[in-house]
Structures are given as structure tokens and as C-alpha cells.
């Protein structure tokens, strides 16, 4: 279910109603420049409204809407199914369209690696990275294990039952390699439709683990009795402030993955934007990036701010794309 | 008392003059929203959600719910009126609605009938999540997969058997219906199915489109056919206060039957992943299993419009309790607005009542003030809105072409929902000429996908042995309900096949 005309009709007039009383009759103008675009920017989004993708989607359309940060309104659009691919074959036949660009995490490599579509990941114009979102391992907060090592050695002993979001997507990467790297059991891993549902299973003790990020268990951690426990973090430092201050890392605890693994969330454009139509992106996404609002968003969400673009963000893709590849081999998902 | 303080509080908040133009704002969009077919709730309130970065948190939660009760209660006027599900969840309004209006000449008595419904179903649901909150939200954790897989199961075994006639047929309709519902990609394998390579498919086959066609376009064929001799002349002969007096007294006398349902509806509102749709099947069949005569469902019956559509209510209220008080959200929509608390900086979650009692108790308040509005604006657009039965059929059909494209165009952009609706308008044509029932076919695909992913993952959970069905004491009384249910109707038939043979001899 999606935008339409006359919503987005609606929602434009709102919009213009609400700046008007709210900001006087300026109205937005931006440098009417060759590369910026001329009408409303699509911002494709790959999962179904109220997922973790949709969430950041349109906070950063209220951001951009807010600042007034570009000269045309981006509207978010839901192109949910196939775990991304059938956003990704939107956006893929909008080739050298600056006015779609869609909010990709993980999936963007188990998708299309996993399933056999008519394009791959180095297809698609790479514009920037805003944040990295973190792996914690939970439990319920009634079972026994306090620390990774004694997960790990129940892991060895009996097959727990672990739940994340979708199949073969992110969170069963991690179980997979988690559980390589320990030796434990093999894991009966429950997929379910989104990290909510994740972490309303293990509340519900329907399983023993997951990979939540911290902002999918923050609700059920700060339920009074508390529901939920993180045991450690996958990322290689401790949460400095906020909520899980001081959480230890796994590695500390003797459950080292090998790799520092992180939920991407990442903007991308259609095949073959021209370098001038990338900057008008990037510069805009950088200003999201900078505005206070993003800051206060990633400090209770327990975001990792890391804002890559160009070449570094390049680089970060052909890295992860070949972790996602190396995993899904030795899992045996793919041949 | 302590609760009746903080209502009193919450209602400070809500009747501020601005909050109060936003709910107004709200209802009469998610109306709007609700009456287009195709356009859901879902999307509106996402749509909307950006906007609301301009108000605050509290102005804004109450124009998202706002939009989400006109959308429940708006959904009903296509699908009665014009054989098109407005909303997902009105699909099982189908059944009785469209008939009352159409075969009954009644629309404004449907119609009222389902705003009155709705309006009970609400208020009833807003009275429960007001004083229980936290504590059903908690309760509702216990249900996992196998509890889910149970409910579901009720549901079909109370909906099986719909419109009498071959049982064959019956359960044809039922294998095709859980053949489309398995299009797409495999949430459990990750594995696409049955898309023939097509990335059109790989998103599988949603259910509305394919509604919109059957019922729709596949109605209007029919009645074409039947060069408009049961069409919608003469109809509309009593307009006005008589209908909604009328529906008033047909409350009363179903009055029991609607509290449950709406009880029902709650609780599926508030499991988490369920939402109205599935709440609004179960409570139909519900009603015709409890009801005595059964032959009167799909003929225009009362009970069938106030059931699922004071149900479907319930669960949109129920549906927003999990979402504030554990943060997970218990149906589409609630997981939408749950995001704008994200943007608004508010983590949802039982310290939300203790951190922000302003923002949870006005909330709370504007749900009940938000009913009554809406309820209010519907009833005195009865008149009206039946008046359209009275337009002529010529001009009616391309009108009714032109909405049901619209329609299952707009819940994606796509042409691939345009042509599946034109599809299946043939198939639903040619069903009807060839007398195979349409209810199970729709049944099936409302709740396959779904009861397919929590038979999956319970047998995950259990390595694929059926013993977790009826190990754990929730699912196992309600799958003792639901074989009781499945057994009965073939008990039934078993005896009354008896007894004929025994007249004759």
C-alpha cells in the first residue's frame, strides 16, 4: 500500500499550510542549479511502513522538510517484498533518475546475493552512509546467563531456539557466525516479520536469544520489571552514554565474531547518476547529517554516527558485500 | 481512581482548541482515506507521518490515530455500497453488507448498522485499554507462534463452510485461495515461490486487489449480464432517520452477540503482528457459528455487518495499546504511528505513562472524543451516502470501473495490481456462473500467508513436531475449540443426511 496522487497532493498542501503559519510567507527557494531536481524526489523504502528502514526514512524527510534543506520535497514511498528486491528493481529501472533514491541496510547484500536478479550491488550509484546501527546479544531477563561465555556454553550443550527478522537476511548472518566461531549447536532460528516481533518473542519467552539493535529491545530494557537483558555489544567499544553505558563487548567476553558487524543505514541511487547529481545528494544528506535533530535521533537510538561518502563509502560496500558473500558460502546458503 | 485522575488529565490535553482541530483534521482525512478503496489507513497515516515534525508530539499522535478511526469507519461505504473493499479491513463485510444494500434495498440500514458497530466495538475497546493497559499488553506476550497458529485455525474453522453448497467446491475454493496466498517470497526459506521469474510477483499477491476484482468488477459483470434486472433501481425508498433508528434497535436485540465480538476483536488487536483484518474474519464467523440461522449469512444478515466491523474497531484501538505500552506494535498502522514516536523522540514502553503522562492520557482521551466524532460525522452522512444507490445504474458502472482501478492502482503504483484486480474480475465472473462459493477462496487468502508463517515457526520451535499445538495450554484450548468447530458442521451433515433416508423408508 502506497503513495498515490491525491494524498501526496494532500500532504503537499498540508505541508505548505503548516510552513506558511509556521515560518511566514517565505517561500523555500534553493539554487536552481543544473543537478538538483526539478520535481519531487522519490525516497524508496524497502520494508513495509513502521520497520527500522522506514523509521529513518521518513525522519529524514521531516528533517529535510523541516530545514527546508532541498529545493524539492522528498516523499517517502514503501516498495515492500522479496526482502528488498522488489525495491531494488524500482529503483533500478529509474537509471540516471536523480529524483529516486531509496534507504538501504543489510539486506541490500543477503538480497542480492542470495537471490538471482537480473542486477548486482555495483549497479546501483552509491551516495552515502548516515549511521551505523549495532548488533547487541539478548536474553530474557530471566535466564541464567549473565555474560557471552555462559550463552556460549549453553550453546554447546543444548540447540537454543533464536529469533530475528527474515531469513537469511542480517540476524541469521550474525547467528551464523556466532555460531562458527563458538562451536555451540546449531541454532533453531524462528524468522520473524521485524525487529518488534523480535523482541516481543523473546519478552514473550518464545525464544532463548536474538540480535536485536539496542532501539528494537530499549522499550522491553526499560520495562519496570525489566524484560529484557543485553549481554554484549558486537561492535568493538562499549556504548559510552545513554542507556546501555559501559555494556561490555562481546570480544571482551570471549565471544569474538572475527569481524565488527553493524546494520548499515545507507542511501542509494539508480544506475548511473552523474558525479554532479551524486553531490547534490551527498551535500544534502550531509546537512541531514549535521542537523541537530539527527544528532538527538542517533543519541537515543544508541546510533553509531559515521557518515560516509565517495570513495570511503565505496570502499565500506565492496568490504561488506564481501563479508555478506564469505558468510552466506560457508552456511552453506549459497553455492 | 488514581486512572480517573489521569484521564482527567488526558482530556485537559485533548480538548485544548488545537489538539481538537487536529483531531478534526485527522477523522475527516482518515474518513476520506478510508472511503477511496485501494489507499489504506496504513499509508495515509504513513504518508502524514512527515508532516507532523511541525507539531507537537502530542498534537501529532492524536491527527495519526485520528486519521486511523475515520479510515475504520470509512472503509464500510465502498464495500457496501459498491461491492469494493475500501479497507483490508472490510473485506469481510462483503459478505452481508453488499447484499443488505444491494438484494434488501437497505444501504442506509448497512450502513448504519456498521457505524453504529463500529462506534460500540470502539468505545468498548477504548474502555479496556484505559484501565488495563499495561497489564493486557504484558498478558499478550505469552501468545507466540503456536497460540497465533491456534487462533488462526478458529478462524477458519468457523468461516469453512461458508455459503452453503458443494463442500467440493468449498474446498477447491480454499486450495486455490492457499495457492495464491504462497506467491512470493518465502519469509521462512527466503526462497521466492511460484513468481515464474518475475519480479513483479516476488512481492506476492496481495489480497486486495484481488478482492476488489472479485467482488467488484466480477459483481458488475454479473449484473450486466443480467442487463441490470438486479441492479440498483428502485432502491433507497425509505432514506434517513428510519435506518439509523432501525440499526439501533437491531443493536439491541444483537447486543451480546456484538460485545463479544468486540471482546475478541480486542484481544486480536492487541497480539502483536494481527491487526483488524484477521479480528474482523474471526468475529464473522464467529457470528455464524453462534447464530441459529446460518442460511440467512451472505444474504444480507445484521449480525454479519456488526460483527466483524465492531470487531475490526476494537482491534484498531486494541492495536495501539501493545505499540504504547511495550512498543511493538499490534497491527500495520500502529507500527507507522509507533515510528512517528521514534521521529517525535519518545520511546515507547511502560515508563511512556510514567515520563510522559500528558502525552499517553491526552492520547488516551482523544481515542474516545475521536469515536465520537467520527461516529457522528458518519451517521449524518447515512442519508447522503445512501442516496448514491439511487443514482442509475448506467451511470453508476463506469463510475464503479473507474473507483476499483483507481483503487488497487494506488496501494503500490503499479499496473501489476491494476491487471491481477481485472484478472480476477473474470475469474470472480465466472465463479459465480459456474456456482463456486467466493467467501472460502477470500478467507484462505486473507489468512494463508499469515497462518503459514506461524505453522512454520512453530514447528521450528518444537523440530517439526505437532505435540507443541497441544502442549501449551492456551493453543491447546483454543485448537480443541477449533477441531470442536471443524467437526461439528460435518456432524451436522452426517446426521441430517441420516434423516431424510430414515423419512423415506
Known amino acids: 500500500m502506497n503513495r498515490s496522487a491525491l494524498p501526496t497532493l494532500i500532504t503537499l498542501m498540508l505541508v505548505c499550510a503548516l510552513l506558511a503559519v509556521a515560518c511566514g510567507p517565505a517561500a523555500p527557494s534553493g539554487p536552481a542549479t543544473a543537478a538538483s531536481p526539478t520535481r519531487p524526489v522519490e525516497f524508496v523504502i524497502s520494508t513495509e ?149 523480535v523482541a516481543a518473542a523473546l519478552a514473550g519467552k518464545q525464544a532463548d536469544a536474538t540480535v536485536n539493535n539496542p532501539s528494537e529491545g530499549l522499550s522491553f530494557y526499560q520495562a519496570s520489571p525489566r524484560k529484557l537483558r543485553p549481554i554484549c555489544t558486537f561492535a568493538n567499544s562499549s556504548p559510552t552514554a545513554g542507556p546501555y553505558k559501559d555494556l561490555p563487548t562481546c570480544k571482551s567476553q570471549g565471544l569474538d565474531v572475527g569481524i565488527e558487524y553493524f546494520i548499515m543505514r545507507s542511501v542509494m541511487g539508480p544506475p548511473g547518476l552523474t558525479p554532479e547529481q551524486v553531490k547534490f545528494h551527498v551535500d544534502l544528506l550531509k546537512k541531514v547529517y549535521d542537523s541537530t535533530e539527527w544528532r538527538d535521533f542517533a543519541e537515543k537510538n544508541v546510533l553509531d554516527l559515521k557518515f560516509l561518502a565517495g570513495a570511503d563509502f565505496q570502499k565500506f560496500l565492496d568490504d561488506y558485500n564481501k563479508l555478506h558473500l564469505d558468510v552466506m558460502k560457508q552456511a552453506g546458503w549459497i553455492q | 481512581m488514581d486512572t480517573f485522575a489521569h484521564l482527567a488529565l488526558g482530556f485537559q490535553v485533548a480538548l485544548q482548541p488545537f489538539n481538537l482541530l487536529m483531531l478534526f483534521f485527522g477523522v475527516a482525512l482518515g474518513l476520506v482515506i478510508g472511503v477511496l478503496p485501494g489507499l489504506g489507513g496504513t499509508s495515509g497515516v504513513a504518508i502524514l507521518l512527515p508532516v507532523t515534525v511541525f507539531v507537537p508530539p502530542t498534537s501529532a499522535v492524536i491527527f495519526l490515530c485520528g486519521i486511523y478511526w475515520g479510515a475504520l469507519f470509512g472503509g464500510v461505504v465502498t464495500t457496501i455500497l459498491f461491492n469494493i473493499p475500501g479497507e483490508p479491513w472490510s473485506v469481510a463485510l462483503l459478505f452481508d453488507g453488499f447484499p443488505l444494500a444491494k438484494q434488501k434495498g437497505r444501504p442506509g440500514l448497512a450502513l448504519s448498522s456498521s457505524f453504529v458497530a463500529s462506534f460500540v466495538g470502539a468505545l468498548v475497546a477504548t474502555v479496556l485499554f484505559t484501565f488495563f493497559a499495561v497489564l493486557l499488553a504484558d498478558w499478550a506476550l505469552a501468545f507466540g507462534p503456536p497460540e497465533l497458529f491456534a487462533v488462526f485455525l478458529l478462524a477458519f474453522a468457523t468461516l469453512t463452510g461458508l455459503e452453503s453448497g458443494s463442500p467440493l467446491k468449498s474446498i477447491a475454493m480454499i486450495g486455490l485461495g492457499l495457492l495464491l496466498a504462497s506467491i512470493g517470497f518465502d519469509t521462512v526459506t527466503g526462497a521466492p515461490r511460484l513468481t515464474f521469474g518475475r519480479s513483479e510477483l516476488l512481492g506476492g499477491i496481495g489480497f486486495v486487489p484481488v478482492t476488489i476484482g472479485l467482488f467488484g468488477i466480477g459483481e458488475l459483470l454479473a449484473s450486466a449480464e443480467e442487463q441490470g434486472t438486479l441492479s440498483f433501481q428502485g432502491l433507497a425508498a425509505r432514506v434517513g432517520l428510519t435506518d439509523v433508528l432501525d440499526s439501533i434497535k437491531a443493536l439491541r436485540d444483537r447486543i451480546w452477540l456484538v460485545l463479544g465480538t468486540t471482546l475478541v476483536g480486542f484481544w486480536i488487536g492487541v497480539l502483536p503482528g494481527t491487526g483488524a483484518t484477521p479480528a474482523s474474519f474471526l468475529a464473522y464467523g464467529l457470528a455464524r457459528s453462534w447464530s441459529k440461522d446460518k442460511e440467512d449469512f451472505g444474504k444480507g444478515e445484521i449480525s454479519g455487518i456488526m460483527a466483524p466491523q465492531s470487531s475490526a474497531d476494537a482491534a484498531g484501538v486494541g492495536s495501539i495499546l501493545p505499540m504504547i505500552a511495550l512498543g511493538v506494535p499490534g497491527s500495520p498502522t500502529a507500527a507507522v504511528i509507533m515510528a512517528g514516536l521514534f521521529i517525535w523522540g519518545l520511546q515507547p514502553g511502560p515508563q511512556l505513562f510514567i515520563t510522559n503522562p500528558d502525552f499517553v492520557w491526552g492520547l488516551i482521551a482523544s481515542i474516545y472524543l475521536g469515536q465520537l466524532l467520527t461516529f457522528t460525522i458518519c451517521i449524518l452522512g447515512v442519508p447522503l451516502l445512501a442516496s448514491i444507490m439511487r443514482v442509475p445504474y448506467a451511470i453508476m458502472t463506469p463510475f464503479i470501473v473507474v473507483i476499483s482501478i483507481l483503487g488497487s492502482y494506488s496501494l503500490s503504483n503499479s499496473m501489476t495490481d491494476v491487471w491481477i484486480t481485472l484478472i480476477f474480475g473474470l475469474v470472480g465472473f465466472w465463479l459465480r456462473k459456474q456456482r463456486y462459493p467466493m467467501a472460502p477462496l477470500v478467507v484462505a487468502i486473507v489468512l494463508g500467508d499469515s497462518m503459514e508463517k506461524v505453522l512454520r515457526q512453530s514447528l521450528i520451535m518444537s523440530d517439526a513436531s505437532l505435540t507443541i499445538f497441544f502442549t501449551r495450554p492456551i493453543a491447546l484450548v483454543t485448537m480443541i475449540a477449533a477441531i470442536g468447530l471443524f467437526a461439528l458442521p460435518v456432524m451436522q451433515g452426517l446426521r441430517r443426511r441420516r434423516l431424510p433416508s430414515r423419512q423415506a423408508a
Open chain 1, 49 to 197: 511502513p513502521g520497520g527500522g528502514s522506514d523509521i529513518y526514512a521518513r525522519f529524514i524527510q521531516g528533517v529535510i522538510e523541516k530545514n527546508k534543506l532541498s529545493p524539492q520535497p522528498f516523499l517517502a514511498v514503501n516498495k515492500p517484498g522479496g526482502a528488498g528486491a522488489v525495491a531494488f528493481q524500482y529503483v533500478f529501472e529509474k537509471k540516471g533518475d536523480m529524483h529516486y533514491t531509496m534507504i538501504t541496510l543489510n539486506s541490500f547484500f543477503t538480497t542480492l546475493i542470495g537471490q538471482k536478479l537480473p542486477f548486482q550491488y555495483t549497479d546501483f550509484t552509491p551516495i552515502a552512509n548516515l549511521a551505523l546501527d549495532p548488533f547487541f546479544l539478548w536474553v530474557n531477563e530471566d535466564a541464567p546467563w549473565k555474560t557471552a561465555g555462559d550463552f556460549t556454553a549453553a550453546a554447546k550443550a543444548n540447540a537454543l531456539t533464536v529469533t530475528g527478522t527474515g531469513s537469511k537476511q542480517e540476524d541469521e548472518v550474525l547467528f551464523s557466525l556466532i555460531q562458527a566461531k563458538s562451536g555451540a549447536k546449531p541454532f533453531k532460528y524462528v524468522p520473524q516479520s521485524g525487529g518488534g516481533a
